[in-house]
């Protein structure tokens, strides 16, 4: 019974160990977008859609990793005093590994410029060393005279089990070990 209980507490802290959250938080600054699309919507002034490119300075770590630069694309609904956006921002690390981030926020507008917002986002994935990763946090974004955004975000994320697949870190599908091109039946 005493090596049945110790077996059982050693798998459970085991279990804790591999799903261990870990902090983060990276800042920096992003660019003006340099490539920005805008159409407007037709209902009200000022309403309007856009698509928007551009890079990002980074400062923060991930698993060791440095961060090197950040590349976002979104999409965007404004109005004269608000914006809600919505995208995808790829982080490159010194070793070259990547993560991708998917994040949803809000901002508050203020003469056609960016004044402060927040945002939510979710860990992906990631490339090399750093693929099973996932997580999640939120940042929060002020906007600079020159049209520049300064960021500062915080989270936590776990590391799972690479795949090996390039698969941005989603893990193995169930069932897929065997390929339909050699199974005999």
Do not use: W
Not at 110 to 132: M, R
């Amino acid at each position: 019974m005493n090596k049945t209980l110790c077996v059982c507490v050693v798998v459970a802290l085991a279990m804790c160990a591999a799903t261990a959250q870990t902090k983060t938080t990276m800042t920096g600054k992003c660019a003006k977008p340099s490539m920005e699309q805008k159409v407007p919507a037709g209902d009200k002034e000022g309403h309007a859609f856009m698509i928007a490119q551009g890079t990002c300075s980074v400062t923060g770590s991930v698993n060791g990793a440095v961060g090197k630069q950040g590349v976002f694309a979104e999409e965007v609904e404004a109005t004269p005093d608000s914006i809600k956006n919505r995208g995808v921002y790829v982080v490159t690390f010194d070793s070259g590994d990547k993560v991708y981030y998917r994040y949803e926020g809000m901002a508050t507008m203020k003469n056609d410029a960016y004044e402060s917002g927040t945002n939510k986002y979710q860990i992906e994935g990631g490339t090399g060393k750093l693929q099973g990763i996932h997580g999640s946090g939120s940042c929060k974004l002020t906007g600079n005279s020159d049209g520049t955004l300064d960021y500062s975000c915080t989270g936590t994320y776990t590391m799972g089990m690479p795949t090996g697949n390039s698969s941005r870190g989603q893990g193995r599908t169930p069932g897929t070990t065997k390929s339909p091109i050699h199974n005999p039946s």
